[in-house]
């Protein structure tokens, strides 16, 4: 009887889960198409791109999904049991708090499980991919969009570029000057033609100047050089572009070796996830403890500001960590360590699930 009510109460739970997720991610993933779509529509991002993007993002999106959904569905499972008065079957059968936990091990440790996979390699990697590709996507973008009349910054804006007349042909440019800022040799180029090249793979776009001067070092210097050339190319998308450095983005190896604060900020974070989806299944049980013929939408009531509260304390602890305005041997831990021992306060007094029904 214990083996069949466990595997009745697990697959309820993976039913209401697999739902819930669903629907949120698809809420989540909608708005962010919503967005991805207005900034091509703007011409800050290339529609090519699109939905390549959002593939990357969307994975990221699970991995604060699965500790919030599963919480939500056991709230469900356990209220559905309350108002269709099955835990007073449960009750008498003996199923009290350590059963329970029992009968939902499995879906617990397997989102678990799921969310350190997610949350250690591949959110890692799909976000690195991500701020790739955004960077090319922008770094084109500056490459495609050069106009006479008017100053481009290119290269992080190590690159001075001016045009005076728009050419006949469609990506020429007249009388262009180029001033390339250099720490040891600046360098000025002029061109009375130019012309934008793109390469065969696609993703490489140089500038060919034509017919034109380069002016190479600082005025008045012995090793000052005026050179005369008759095509010379300048790249202006390189194959790769670096992104900015995002802390999420970086392996979880390498955030283990990095004596920095925000490093290890973000290892505590990575850790922690997988650690709230089985801290959140311990705070859902009593949560939803036994209040027969009540509405199915009870645990949600109590269980949503909980949620809101214990994430929001972990991401001010992150920042505090990040900040080193905590050690690091407390960073993060101590918001679990407070959920836990209030937890166990709450379970002292009661240490059933079920309050017992006399007849």
């Known amino acids: 009887m214990a083996t069949l009510i466990r595997r009745y109460l697990s697959w309820e739970l993976l039913q209401y889960w697999l739902v819930f997720t669903l629907v949120l991610w698809l809420v989540l993933v909608s708005a962010r198409f919503s967005l991805y779509l207005g900034q091509a529509a703007a011409g800050q991002l290339p529609a090519g791109d699109v939905l390549t993007l959002l593939g990357l993002k969307s994975v990221g999106f699970f991995v604060f999904l699965l500790p919030l959904t599963l919480f939500l569905s056991l709230l469900w499972l356990l209220g559905r049991l309350n108002r269709d008065h099955e835990t007073l079957a449960l009750n008498a059968s003996g199923i009290g708090t350590a059963q329970l936990y029992a009968a939902v091990a499995f879906p617990v440790l397997l989102a678990a499980l799921l969310v350190a996979m997610l949350s250690f390699y591949l959110v890692p990697r799909t976000a690195q991919l991500g701020y790739q590709l955004r960077a090319d996507a922008q770094q084109s973008l500056k490459a495609g969009s050069l106009s006479a009349g008017r100053f481009h910054l290119l290269r ?101 070796s990095d004596p920095r604060p925000a490093a290890a900020a973000e290892w505590q974070a990575r850790l922690s996830r997988p650690l709230s989806v089985i801290v959140l299944a311990l705070i859902a049980v009593p949560l939803a403890r036994f209040r027969p013929a009540t509405s199915r939408f009870y645990p949600l009531w109590l269980g949503v500001p909980m949620f809101a509260l214990y994430f929001n304390l972990l991401a001010t602890a992150q920042l505090w960590l990040s900040r080193a305005a905590v050690p690091g041997w407390l960073g993060v831990w101590w918001v679990h360590a407070v959920f836990v021992a209030g937890l166990l306060l709450w379970l002292r007094p009661r240490p059933g699930l079920f309050r017992r029904v006399r007849v």
Do not use: S
């Open 156 to 256: 992080n804006g190590r690159w001075l570029l001016y045009a005076q007349q728009a050419g006949q042909a469609e990506g020429e440019l007249n009388d262009v000057f180029v001033h390339v800022q250099r720490a040891e040799r600046p360098q000025i180029l002029v061109a009375k033609r130019a012309l934008l090249r793109r390469e065969k793979n696609g993703r490489e776009r140089f500038l060919v100047l034509l017919d034109g001067y380069r002016y190479d070092g600082v005025p008045g210097r012995a090793d000052y050089r005026v050179l005369h050339y008759a095509e010379y190319a300048l790249r202006l998308q390189p194959a790769h572009t670096k992104p900015a450095h995002k802390w999420d983005a970086v392996p979880t190896d390498a955030l283990w």
